[in-house]
């Protein structure tokens, strides 16, 4: 292929070459997802890391389909609105035939439809001949499989792999095998009906002869298994009839629209890339990270995704709350950064993790998930009255709330801090996890323990809220402890981390209670747990909107005036769209909810610069240049991402000032406001108990009402400015 260039055993794209847009076309179900070019192929080339993935190994590292020995010629690719489906029309480059003279291009098409379902990737060819003469084709499809872990994907080096064992191949079927290091046997099965003319352990080779008009169809079924994997691969209309029936159940619930296209587009692309990252979980409708790299549980992520969505669809919030308490740590493990009470950071399935060459098989290394464990079980609880399962979790809450007076406060100050006890495990246990994230205002890196300051906003938060839920379960005694316990950390946060000069929070306190004097979006997040006194919280404020932060795509990581400041890095500097989120929801949270809409109008503009205006996990904090570029993307961010999805609808909680009340079936707007170009947003099936509505938010004479079109079931509707 000319499009290919090899040098020694790497291989690259020519810049001239279609190949050369390397967005990847990205289908997922549960733990199996598929990064594919336009084509629907998996193709060595660049950075390599396109291919079929289960429980974080590729299972398929290579499948190309050629036409008479060359790549066909692209018409269209586009996956399906849903995420579920990936259509691609191709057609030939002129073909030779048996006659004499050669058939013109675009005569041949080549449809090909492809989904995940469970464990196998799906991949229907369809031929047709709109020539006027009958043809011959060839049709070669090339395959391999490297098993190679996620980890080692990424750049983890590794000292030995496993063994590759015999190719199994049969007349329609090629078997590839591979134990690994943790004595797991992992398989790749390539089916194909019809069987090919020809196949060998790396090709399938067909050869068709079409009359004019005539079509034939091909299906290629690639499923991917361990030991003891019960999975059933389906015939083809089975499956694809399964997922749509799947896809379409998902469709109900609550809806967000707009008569903005921009926005519309944007609530819907983000509504289905949820529905994406949690199709087929097998812990249920928990959210994995994100793909290619994070598909997986993560217990800081799915949490404030949960926050993020909770007022539209609680569900999502009960389903992580049962799942990580179940996986919450019971006993101390250095290795893995766990204590009694932990919640967990990060779930891992690979051979890495189970080798512990990695230590994120079952890792605990966040000091934030614990806490926010807590907000979301008590947030959960004010948004739908669910008072049984809060009890059912009880234990769980109870000993996270423990984890935090004597691990995460284990000198007493009040302060939770986090220091690592895995040689292997992260430095930093924040939600900025980058080793390089917390520093001096010299740009010297912290020495731990650390103390970050949105995290005892978190603690705060955790507290009050295991207070309220105590006095819920009828427990007045430990909720007036636990108020106390929030005022005394209260107070000694005021005192530990206001910074008059910077007219902000430090970003954190060092080992030695000394303040790391930044300025950083950090204490944006400590706004919608209620910490700071109101004065302060202006001042925070105003920091965070000046330009400085504010590049105008959002509210910048760090700011520009920092030694460290990089619009480039990874924590110092891009922009995060749910750390844009949680900021709105905190300036809301003190009646700032023109800022939360600003926050609003810029990340909808930012995704309309962004293909399939799908916010990725972050871009880069250069400041907004003029309304003809957008923001600039960060190279290897994750899209989509679970919390970035879902920033849209928090943002929009936070401007219209939405508050569900499940006990007392209300539904408030407080101070509601719309940004500018944004003049109508409709809220379908809205649950507030046993009861269901519809709203439309309207501009009407500069201000902004809130209209009822349809409500079933008793609940309490209310505007308040």
């Known amino acids: ?40 192929d998996i193709e060595a080339v660049g950075a390599g890391k396109m291919g079929i993935f289960h429980n974080e190994t590729r299972h398929l590292s290579r499948c190309v389909l050629h036409l008479n020995d060359t790549q066909p010629l692209l018409l269209s690719s586009v996956i399906q609105e849903d995420n579920t489906f990936l259509s691609v029309d191709m057609t030939n480059f002129d073909i030779p035939l048996k006659s004499g003279g050669a058939l013109p291009r675009e005569m041949i098409h080549l449809f090909r439809s492809k989904f995940v379902l469970e464990d196998t990737c799906y991949d229907e060819i369809r031929i047709s001949n709109y020539g006027t003469d009958p043809v011959h084709i060839k049709l070669v499809i090339l395959f391999d499989a490297d098993f190679a872990d996620i980890f080692e994907i990424r750049g983890a080096k590794r000292q030995g792999h496993g063994k590759r064992l ?16 943790d004595k797991i046997l992992r398989r790749t099965t390539l089916h194909f009906t019809p069987p090919p003319k020809s196949i060998t352990a790396r090709q399938a080779r067909y050869e068709l002869d079409l009359q004019p008009r005539q079509e034939t169809f091909l299906l290629l079924r690639v499923a991917c298994q361990q030991e003891n994997d019960s999975s059933q691969v389906l015939s083809f209309p089975d499956a694809y009839r399964r997922l749509y029936d799947e896809s379409e159940a998902k469709r109900n619930g609550c809806r967000v629209g707009s008569t903005s296209s921009g926005y519309d587009s944007w609530f819907s692309r983000s509504r289905y890339d949820l529905q994406l990252l949690t199709i087929g979980n097998p812990e ?75 230590p994120f098989g079952c890792y605990y290394g966040s000091v934030d998930s614990t806490p926010l464990f807590v907000v979301l079980a008590g947030a959960y609880l004010l948004r739908t009255g669910d008072l049984d399962f809060v009890r059912d979790i009880w234990p769980n809450i109870k ?14 100050d009040s302060f939770v801090e986090y220091s690592r006890q895995s040689k292997n495990g992260l ?83 060092d080992g030695d209670k000394k303040p790391c004097r930044v300025v950083s979006s950090n204490a944006g997040q400590t706004l919608f747990c209620g910490i700071a006194s109101p004065e302060r919280a ?19 990581t760090l700011s520009a005036t920092e030694l460290r400041y990089n619009p480039m890095s990874y924590h110092n500097g891009s922009i995060w769209p749910h750390d844009n989120a949680l900021i709105g929801l905190g300036l809301s949270t003190y009646g700032y909810q023109t800022d939360a809409a600003e926050l609003l109008k810029s990340m909808k503009q930012a995704s309309d610069f962004i293909d399939l205006r799908r916010l990725p996990e972050l871009f880069c904090g250069f400041h907004k240049r003029d309304h003809s570029a957008g923001p600039t993307l960060y190279p290897v961010a994750c899209s989509p991402q679970a919390w970035s999805a879902g920033a849209a609808f928090l943002l929009l909680r936070a401007a219209l000032g939405v508050k569900v009340r499940g006990k007392d079936a209300q539904l408030h707007f407080v101070n509601p406001h719309l940004p500018e170009g944004l003049d109508e947003i409709v809220i379908e099936n809205l649950t ?24 079933q079931g008793r609940v309490d509707i209310g505007v308040f400015t």
């Open 538 to 556: 202006k001042r925070v404020r105003e920091v965070l909107m000046a330009g400085q932060m504010f590049s105008g795509w959002g509210v910048r």
């Open 166 to 181: 015999d190719d199994h191949v049969q007349q329609d079927e090629v078997v590839f095998s591979y134990r690994g290091l």
């Open 399 to 412: 000993a996270a709330v423990e984890w935090i007076d004597r691990y995460g406060d284990a000198d007493s």
């Open 1 to 40: 292929m000319t499009d290919v260039v090899r040098i020694r055993d790497k291989y690259y794209v020519r810049a001239t070459s279609s190949l050369a847009d390397d967005r990847a076309r990205i289908l997922k179900y549960g733990g199996t997802c598929a990064l594919l070019n336009r084509f629907g």
């Open 284 to 358: 249920g409708p928990v959210p994995y990270a994100g793909v290619p790299w994070f598909n997986t549980v993560f217990g800081r992520d799915s949490i404030i995704t949960s926050l993020e969505t909770l007022w539209m669809t609680p569900e999502i919030a009960k389903a992580v709350l049962r799942y990580l308490a179940t996986s919450q740590a019971t006993h101390e493990d250095g290795e893995r950064d766990a204590q009694p009470g932990k919640i967990l950071h990060e779930m891992r399935r690979g051979e890495m993790a189970n080798t512990r060459e990695v």
């Open 688 to 711: 507030v108990r046993d009861a269901a509505v519809d709203v439309v938010v309207r501009r009407r004479h500069g201000k902004v009402a809130v209209e009822t079109t349809r409500k």
């Open 427 to 509: 430095v930093q246990q924040g939600w900025k996890d980058s080793s390089d994230s917390v520093f001096y205002a010299n740009g010297e890196l912290a020495k731990p323990p650390i103390a970050l300051c949105e995290v005892q906003a978190y603690a705060y938060a955790a507290k009050r809220l295991a207070a309220a839920m105590n006095r819920e379960l009828g427990h007045p005694e430990a909720a007036v402890l636990l108020e106390e316990a929030a005022e005394k950390l209260r107070v000694r946060f005021e005192q530990g981390f206001w910074d008059d000069e910077l007219g902000t929070y430090a970003i954190a306190l």
